[in-house]
């Protein structure tokens, strides 16, 4: 889990890990992408994430522009 731009992001266990963020109170909860987050890091407008095979992604704080770093 991880805070940055307002938003909570986290993996849910629920759905093979995927990545979501939603606000602290509750509302805005939003899938940001289906593939595995096994690890999860924010920095200035990205997340990093390790998908638990070798592989490590990055996409931006708003579920957009998907790519392999």
Request: charged letters at 25%; aromatic letters at 16%.
């Amino acid at each position: 889990m991880s805070y940055n731009n307002g938003y909570i992001y986290y993996r849910k266990l629920s759905d093979n890990y995927a990545l979501y963020r939603v606000k602290p109170d509750g509302s805005d909860n939003t899938k940001l992408t289906d593939h595995v987050a096994r690890y999860l890091w924010t920095v200035p407008g990205w997340i990093y994430f390790d998908t638990g095979g070798n592989e490590i992604l990055r996409i931006k704080l708003d579920g957009t522009g998907l790519e392999q770093v």
